[in-house]
Structures are given as C-alpha cells and as structure tokens.
C-alpha cells in the first residue's frame, strides 16, 4: 500500500511537473531561424521549371512560421492549406508533368511536392470541380537541402481556365493567383479545430517584374508574398 509519504511526494511531484515542466513552451524557434534562403545566393532561382519555361515562386511560407506548417502532413501543411480553400488534388490524381525547381539548397532541380487546388469548400471532390472549371492552385517545392535548409516553403501559385482551355493560365494569372490565395489566408483562419493566424509581408528584391522566361509569356508584378502562419490558442 502506498504510505501518506510517497502519496504527498507524488502529488507534489505532479504539481512541480505541471506548473514548471507543462509550462515551458512546447516549440521555440531557434535563435538564428530565418525566413528563407534566398535561392539566388546560390545559383537558384525563383522560377520553376516546366519545358524549359517557368512559373514564378510568388508566395513564400517563411520558415518562422510554427514547425507544424512547415511539415507537409496531413495534419501540418495540408490542413492549413485546408483552412485557406486548397486541398491536394482530385483524389489524389496528379494532373501533367511535375515542375522542378531550385532552391539553392544544394539539391539541384527538385520536383514539386505537391499540386495543391482550390476546393471550392467542398469536401473531397472540391479539387475536381477546379480540375474541371479551372480556378486556383500551387505547387509546392520545400527549401529543406543542406546547404539552405531553412525549411520555408516556396509556392507556385497561378489561376487556371477551365479543362476546355488545358489548363491555361488566365490572363493576368500569377498576379490574380497570388493575390486571391493571400486573400483567402490573412487574418484568422480554421480548420479542424486548429486556429491559424497568417501576416503577409512583400519581398521585391528576388524576383524580377515582367514575362522573360515564364510560362504562357503572362507578366507578374515581380512581388512575392511571405506568408508568416502562427497556430494560436483556440
Ligand atoms: C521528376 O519527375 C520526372 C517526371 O515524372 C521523373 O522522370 C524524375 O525522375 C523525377 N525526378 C526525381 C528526382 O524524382
Ligand atoms: C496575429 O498576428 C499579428 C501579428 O503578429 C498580431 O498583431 C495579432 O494580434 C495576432 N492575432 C491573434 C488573434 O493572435
């Protein structure tokens, strides 16, 4: 049997547990974390690659955003992308070639991670109805190489027409894109019980304005949205 001793040692121990050991914060951002590399830096770029053309990289996930953002899983990255309208394509069908991109990281041309559409809040088949009436979508290429592992993610993001147009960029697209998705971000947002607070913050010095080297030759303003997304309490 448990003597009083041992009782009032355990319960004092669950006390010093909790109110000293629960209350250190669960994540920390390291000292030194940054928002991202900048893939110029070292011989990347903020186009990806789709036959010999590219798409630009206009929105940034910073990697100051809570670690659980950053990890492409269902319940980190995916949810969050959830939160804002996009989930992962038509049933988990991947549409065309995969586009590559590099980061500078080290790794060289990497593969998307993933192509992420717009889901019309509707669960499951939302993706479909943009596979099939066009809308918005991104790809996804995480800076995680040895040489820049910051861990932010880099977003392709542009408005597509319908199927009829195969899969065409609407005039204006990487703009309209990125600006809707930025829309559909700030402030605060919810999805399965997880409450996400998202800042933007522009960055004009990595890519540059105009149509040179990019895909369908549509202009962009040369403006990369960095998405800053902090899990708050609910
Ligand atoms: C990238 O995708 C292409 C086309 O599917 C494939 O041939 C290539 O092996 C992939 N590269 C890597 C590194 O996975
Ligand atoms: C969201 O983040 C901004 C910028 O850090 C902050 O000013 C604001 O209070 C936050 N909102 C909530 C509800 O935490």
Redesign the pocket.
């Given at each position: 049997m448990l003597s009083f001793t041992s009782l009032f040692t355990l319960l004092a121990w669950t006390i010093f547990f909790n109110i000293h050991v629960r209350a250190l914060p669960i994540e920390r951002c390291a000292e030194d974390a940054v928002d991202y590399f900048n893939p110029l830096d070292k011989g990347g770029s903020l186009l990806d690659k789709s036959a010999g053309l590219g798409e630009p990289l206009n929105v940034i996930i910073s990697a100051k955003s809570s670690p659980e953002i950053l990890s492409f899983t269902n319940h980190g990255f995916l949810n969050y992308a959830r939160a804002i309208g996009f989930s992962i394509e038509c049933l988990g069908f991947h549409s065309g070639t995969p586009q590559s991109a590099n980061l500078g990281d080290g790794r060289g041309d990497v593969n998307e991670t993933a192509v992420i559409r717009e889901n019309f809040k509707v669960p499951v088949l939302g993706t479909c109805i943009e596979s099939l009436i066009g809308g918005n979508h991104f790809r996804v290429f995480p800076q995680t190489g040895t040489e820049a592992n910051s861990g932010a993610l880099f977003l392709a993001v542009s408005k597509e027409e319908d199927v009829s147009e195969s899969h065409n960029i609407v005039p204006d697209g990487y703009n309209i894109g990125r600006d809707e998705l930025v829309q559909a971000a700030m402030?605060?947002r919810t999805h399965d019980g997880v409450k996400y607070?998202?800042?933007v913050t522009d960055i004009t010095d990595l890519l540059q304005p105009g149509a040179e080297g990019i895909n369908h030759g549509i202009a962009q303003d040369g403006i990369v949205k960095m998405l800053?997304v902090?899990i708050?309490d609910s």
């Open positions: 402030g605060i607070n998202t800042t800053t902090t708050i």
